[in-house]
């Protein structure tokens, strides 16, 4: 890399730096906090899938951290909905890799809500950069014995001088049988970027309501709502013609974030419209399914799967921006 001379240590404008939590159901995670030159900050937890716990941009907070807190693996509950135990959300976490959504019966198998992949800890994890950009490496074991032998491999990208990254996610199936292959972006915002203020745009092609009480409210579905005591979560389902993407901008901060992904494979955008108090939270959802459980993918013919050997490549982008125009 090229020597700056106006600093002592390239972490006067760029970091890496590795920290373990002390205490709570946290104690002894491992996090990989990373910093650029243009206000962005992320928190990729190790122990969580490399997931990305906290995003931070010019002192703002971009996602929700749940009531849970930090919770590490070891306190994960993998029956019906508990994994809502040690759902810190943040501003990602990853859902899958063989059940997404509704806990359910499928081919013979009890699946808990959401999957085991984001309670799961890298096997290893890693980074490196260059005079433009930070890369975290990591690699997610969703192997078990008479059961699925998959493979995470994930990278982060961060530009060094541009608020944006990328992830690339590479699932491998190293056994010897075809297996269900579902995997959900459980990008969570939070306040303050989130408000009734937040001006939400999603430009699909189609939007449609996962219940009856989303229906009712399908008209306003891109409007947000101050917290509100007993609020009923809604679910809307969007589909793209070419590019997926989807935004939010809250004018009193002057202040957006925008996702864009592959539509064609990650097909479905589940909006998680969550006005509660405390439970303040708009989930961007991009994934190769719907939340409704694999029983339900499979009866309706949208199940996806991975062959012995192959490999599918997913990702997307997140772009951070100030200023009065709303991308």
């Not at 890496?16 to 996090?31: F, I, N, P, T």
């Not at 699932?171 to 995997?183: A, F, Q, Y």
């Not at 589940?270 to 939270?281: A, F, I, L, R, S």
């Not at 399914?289 to 993918?297: A, H, I, K, N, S």
Request: hydrophobic residues 35%; negative net charge.
């Amino acid at each position: 890399m090229k020597i700056n001379p106006y600093i002592g240590h390239p972490s006067q404008l760029c970091s890496v730096e590795e920290v373990r939590l002390s205490g709570g159901k946290g104690d002894g995670m491992r996090l990989i906090q990373v910093r650029n030159a243009a206000g962005m900050e992320l928190t990729v937890s190790a122990d969580r899938c490399a997931d990305i716990s906290r995003l931070i941009f010019k002192g703002n907070n971009m996602g929700y951290f749940s009531p849970c807190g930090y919770v590490g693996p070891a306190y994960y509950d993998g029956n019906g909905d508990g994994f809502l135990k040690s759902f810190t959300a943040g501003f990602l976490t990853t859902c899958g890799l063989t059940a997404v959504g509704s806990p359910c019966e499928d081919g013979g198998e009890s699946l808990p809500l959401h999957g085991s992949i984001g309670n799961t800890p890298c096997e290893q994890i890693w980074w490196d950069e260059d005079d433009e950009a930070i890369r975290i490496h990591a690699r997610i074991n969703d192997s078990q014995v008479f059961s699925r032998k998959l493979v995470l491999n994930r990278v982060i990208t961060c530009q060094k001088f541009k608020s944006c990254f990328t992830i690339t996610d590479t699932v491998e199936n190293r056994g010897d049988t075809e297996t269900p292959l579902m995997l959900l972006y459980h990008m969570n915002m939070g306040y303050p970027l989130l408000s009734e203020n937040a001006i939400v745009r999603i430009p699909s092609v189609r939007v449609s309501p996962r219940n009856e009480h989303a229906a009712k409210d399908i008209d306003s579905w891109h409007k947000m709502l101050p917290p509100t005591p007993g609020f009923e979560e809604q679910c809307y389902y969007h589909s793209f013609a070419k590019e997926g993407t989807a935004s939010i901008y809250n004018p009193e901060l002057r202040t957006g974030l925008k996702i864009t992904f592959d539509s064609e494979k990650l097909w479905n955008l589940t909006e998680w419209k969550m006005m509660g108090t405390v439970d303040y939270v708009l989930g961007l959802e991009p994934g190769n399914c719907t939340p409704d459980g694999r029983d339900v993918l499979r009866r309706q013919g949208k199940l996806e799967f991975l062959k012995p050997g192959e490999q599918a490549e997913f990702g997307l982008s997140v772009h951070l921006y100030t200023g009065d125009s709303i991308l």
